[in-house]
């Protein structure tokens, strides 16, 4: 669920193979940038190499219906590294310290230009489109459900569970805007070894 | 420095005591809700009841400098509902909390339209609009002072403090996110309760 969404849907068109993808990544990459709102439907074409044609042939629904695909793209993206962060450390809360770096890195990598794409697509206008805001409510809601199940997995109460991965999904998001606007991993570092303390807290067995 | 903020520079122009702040208070509500690029000059005039010619007289520098500006109003009201927060309880952890209760007060009564100011404007142009990423680094920046502050004066070692006071502000910046998706409080009730364990870690000694 997490991972292989990129094989389908890509021949069902006049475009040729690939060419949706494109057009969706591209989506994702500027509104991550520009936001909803800064980011034009000729604009993806062209950083899709994509006719205009093309763009609403594959989204009827123009923007919106781009958009809301855009934040599952990064939805599925973040879910990906954040399954490989938990499924790697022996210790959930060391997964979750390690997904902080690891979201740290890709910022720095990217001059902190690349932040949430789903926060960055979504803010700004959840009043105004129900579906982005929907679809953004999804992609935290299984973010957090990949944080719960592997925390269930190590011995955790089933509500501790649940709402530690409240508390962590929403504090890297958090500290992923802090980090954005202070160009500054600090803030990222700092609330991957807290939410490592947090958790370690309702442990339901000292692991050594 | 938090507060008191309203009374200056209303009276420097041609277009009356009070534009300037309704120029700056319209600017902030529409982003907030619209983001940076969802919101046009004419349109903040028209909220603001303002003519063109005095939004360009108090801000020269257009939209971007209105931005600032809002972001600098959102700053302010929000460091002072933190500090009242704050200063209201015995203890910080709860004073933490209870901000925590306040944010998902305010954001119901606004039926889940009004997030963060500063996020909202911020993001999508922290990349492009250096004086806008700067605005909002400043509000967080302010904000984990006023936080860390208090820590200190309840005895938490100066590094503990500062640290925890980064975690307190990106957990509530990302709950808030979280709890305006999905308009539920759940988000922001958890980060409180989590924040204040969280805090009660760190503590210099047991307060009974």
């Given at each position: 669920m997490?991972?292989n969404?990129?094989?389908e849907?890509?021949d069902?068109?006049?475009?040729?193979?690939?060419?949706?993808?494109?057009?969706v990544?591209a989506t994702?990459?500027?509104?991550?940038?520009?936001?909803?709102?800064?980011?034009?439907v000729k604009?993806?074409a062209?950083?899709?190499?994509?006719?205009?044609?093309?763009?609403?042939?594959?989204?009827?629904?123009?923007k919106?219906e781009l958009?809301v695909?855009a934040?599952r793209?990064?939805e599925r993206?973040f879910?990906?590294?954040?399954?490989?962060c938990?499924?790697?450390?022996?210790d959930?809360?060391?997964g979750?310290?390690?997904?902080?770096r690891?979201l740290?890195g890709?910022?720095r990598e990217?001059d902190?230009a690349?932040?949430?794409?789903v926060?960055?697509?979504?803010l700004?206008?959840?009043?105004?489109?129900?579906d982005?805001?929907?679809?953004?409510?999804?992609a935290?809601?299984?973010?957090?459900?990949l944080?719960a199940?592997?925390l269930?997995?190590?011995?955790?109460?089933g509500?501790?569970?649940?709402?530690?991965?409240y508390?962590?999904?929403?504090?890297?998001e958090?500290a992923?805007m802090?980090a954005?606007?202070?160009?500054?991993?600090?803030p990222?570092r700092?609330?991957g070894?807290?939410?490592?303390?947090?958790v370690?807290l309702?442990?339901?067995?000292p692991?050594?």
């Amino acid at each position: 669920m997490t991972t292989n969404a990129r094989h389908e849907s890509d021949d069902e068109g006049d475009a040729g193979p690939g060419t949706r993808e494109r057009i969706v990544v591209a989506t994702s990459r500027l509104m991550q940038r520009q936001g909803y709102s800064g980011t034009g439907v000729k604009q993806i074409a062209a950083e899709a190499a994509a006719t205009l044609g093309s763009v609403y042939h594959f989204f009827p629904g123009g923007k919106k219906e781009l958009a809301v695909a855009a934040i599952r793209h990064g939805e599925r993206e973040f879910a990906e590294e954040l399954a490989r962060c938990l499924a790697a450390a022996e210790d959930p809360a060391d997964g979750i310290a390690a997904c902080a770096r690891s979201l740290a890195g890709g910022m720095r990598e990217s001059d902190w230009a690349d932040g949430c794409p789903v926060a960055s697509t979504a803010l700004g206008v959840t009043g105004s489109v129900p579906d982005i805001r929907r679809a953004a409510d999804e992609a935290f809601t299984h973010w957090r459900s990949l944080v719960a199940e592997r925390l269930r997995e190590h011995g955790f109460a089933g509500d501790d569970a649940r709402e530690l991965a409240y508390t962590v999904i929403s504090t890297l998001e958090g500290a992923e805007m802090a980090a954005q606007v202070a160009r500054d991993e600090a803030p990222l570092r700092i609330a991957g070894a807290h939410l490592a303390r947090l958790v370690g807290l309702y442990a339901a067995a000292p692991r050594s």
